[in-house]
């Protein structure tokens, strides 16, 4: 297990002099300032899903580790067919099957039942499909027009062993897994799970239950706290902090020793309020980050006790978004994950749209049946109910543009987050 170096102080430092801050130099300087916080360790197989990699993984055996048959058919040497339109082979006693080689070799000129799987005999390169074949008195026939090795896979064709199959900072989903345990891999070593605390802010939350007019129900941590578990990270429940900077500080003291980043939401805009930000200027070395996009108030990003702390917006929609933008690579970074990019892909528009030049903007989308994508009829950020409505983003970038109807824009469904 290595630990690995702690974080630089001014991972967070933005260049002087930028007042707004474009979404791709935050996206740069979270790329380059930070690094993996989380140790190695060594685990089975079996316990490899949603695990980071820190090594390269290499096969153990090929795969397939032997040639064998692609289908159900009659093997032979190719080589023994002549020149005829039809072929006749004599089958010898015996079958090849998976999990049930034949031993022995297969004499030239004559062929042997096989089935998908089985390995090749000796004395067999051609397989020919079961369909194509007449099988009468200990004999089979069919046409000519095979070609040499037809229906059979070569050993390695896939993955010849001790080949790269998996780089370090790939995070291993079920078919990954699946691949390893074919190449006969079952040791491997990953990071440890990066642990993320989830922390909300403010004297007018309250949990499920009855409430006041003039308290709001804490959507943010759960909505945050399942993020971070689709992501595939450890998830510490950091509970509310009320605005109160003692209050505050204390929590994050304690934090600090259990986890490995922490997102918090609320409090970092600055007002009187903002104890968040209040208490990370002053004691955490906090950078805020006023990053040109809607929706999106600035981020409060420092270092507690060397733990990143992530400011986000208490909106719920500004939380949801900046989370998706922003925290979600900066996560995968600190996890030892290559750096994510979501995948969009350009979808004629629905609707039309005009928007000014300077920030990049996030509208909550979704597919209709005509392949178009159409948004959600109110840009508010209060709408809470817009985020269950979409099944992603569209990404509108700095520039002015009007957007109408079949133009092409940038859609990011919420499945390229990992969500
Ligand atoms: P703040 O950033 O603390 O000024 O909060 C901005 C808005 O988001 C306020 O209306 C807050 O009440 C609301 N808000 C903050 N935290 C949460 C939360 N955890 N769940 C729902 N709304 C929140
Ligand atoms: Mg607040």
């Known amino acids: 297990m290595i630990a690995p170096p702690p974080l630089r102080d001014d991972c967070f430092a933005l260049p002087a002099g930028v007042d707004w801050t474009p979404a791709d130099v935050a996206l740069d300087r979270l790329k380059n300032g930070l690094s993996v916080v989380c140790a190695t360790e060594e685990i089975d197989i079996g316990d490899a899903r949603g695990r980071v990699l820190s090594a390269d ?39 090849a099957a998976a999990g049930g080689p034949f031993q022995d070799e297969v004499p030239f000129g004559k062929a042997i039942r096989i089935l998908t799987g089985a390995i090749l005999p000796v004395g067999v390169d051609t397989v ?50 699946g691949l390893l345990v074919a190449l006969g891999v079952s040791k491997i070593t990953v990071f440890k799970r990066l ?24 959507a943010n941590r759960p909505m945050l706290g399942g993020l971070v ?22 929590i994050l003291n304690q934090a600090a020793s259990h986890v490995d980043a922490i997102l918090i939401s609320g409090g970092a805009s600055g007002g009187d309020e903002d104890h968040v930000s209040a208490l990370l200027r002053e004691e955490g070395n906090m950078q805020t980050w006023r990053i040109a996009i809607k929706p999106g108030r600035p981020l409060a990003l420092s270092l507690w006790h060397g733990v990143p702390v992530f400011g986000l917006p208490g909106n719920p929609v500004a939380a949801f978004v900046c989370s998706l933008i922003f925290a979600r690579p900066a996560l995968g970074v600190l996890a030892g994950q290559a750096w994510n990019e979501p995948q969009g892909f350009m979808v004629p528009a629905s609707f039309t749209k005009t928007k000014k030049p300077g920030r990049r903007e996030y509208l909550r989308a979704r597919l209709n049946t005509d392949g178009q994508v159409e948004i959600f009829k109110s840009e508010g950020s209060g709408r809470i109910s817009g985020l269950s409505w979409s099944t992603g983003l569209v990404e509108l970038d700095e520039h002015a543009q009007t957007i ?16």
Not at 57 to 85: I, M, Q, T, W
Not at 199 to 214: C, F, I, M, Q, R
């Open 229 to 250: 578990e689709n992501f595939g990270y450890a998830l510490v429940d950091l509970g509310q902090a009320p605005d109160d900077r003692s209050a505050l500080k204390e």
């Open 57 to 95: 993984v290499h096969a153990k055996r090929s795969n397939p580790p032997a040639p064998n048959s692609a289908v159900d058919g009659y093997g032979f040497s190719f080589e023994c067919l002549g020149e005829n339109d039809v072929h006749r082979l004599d089958l010898i006693d015996g079958r």
């Open 128 to 177: 020919i499909l079961e369909e194509d074949v007449s099988v009468a008195s200990g004999e089979i026939a069919f046409h000519a027009g095979l070609k040499p090795f037809a229906n059979t896979r070569k050993a390695g064709e896939d993955v010849n062993v001790n080949e790269i199959a998996l780089t370090a900072g790939h995070r291993l989903g079920p078919q990954d897994v």
């Open 195 to 218: 642990r993320v605390g989830v922390l909300s802010t403010g004297d007018e939350l309250v949990n499920a239950g009855p409430a006041e007019p003039w308290q709001t129900y804490d």
């Open 404 to 419: 109408q109807p079949k133009m092409p824009v940038r859609f990011i469904p919420y499945s390229s987050f990992g969500i």
